[in-house]
Nanobody, 118 residues
């Protein structure tokens, strides 16, 4: 089993930045791809950023140029640097990990709240 624990959420004003972290622990399966999902109240969960073990990244259109996903394989930790935050970025952010396809994750974190408000 793999456990994922997020941290770094909080309350910020529009235009400010936050960095989320996702620490992975445990063993049993090889994780090849990780990602960040978010779910805002009344909206469907969406995949906002993906990163593979090899470093390939992909972003949802609304966060391109503002969010940066990265991972430290030695520390089994993934990050999401969020800059120029907007009201519409408010959501619970979950990290996810998969052996094969991040669209069908094998593991989920419990989530961390990000609130952008003036």
């Amino acid at each position: 089993q793999v456990q994922l624990v997020e941290s770094g959420g909080g309350l910020v004003q529009p235009g400010e930045s936050l960095r989320l972290s996702c620490a992975a622990s445990g063993s049993g399966f090889s994780i090849n791809v990780m990602g960040w999902y978010r779910q805002a109240p009344g909206k469907e969960r969406e995949l906002v950023a993906t990163i593979t073990t090899g470093g390939w990244t992909n972003y949802e259109d609304s966060v391109k140029g503002r969010f940066t996903i990265s991972r430290d394989n030695a520390k089994n930790t993934m990050y999401l640097q969020m800059n120029s935050l907007k009201f519409e970025d408010t959501a619970v952010y979950h990290c996810a990990a998969a052996r094969f396809d991040i669209r069908t994750p094998d593991y989920w974190g419990q989530g961390t709240q990000v609130t952008v408000s003036s």
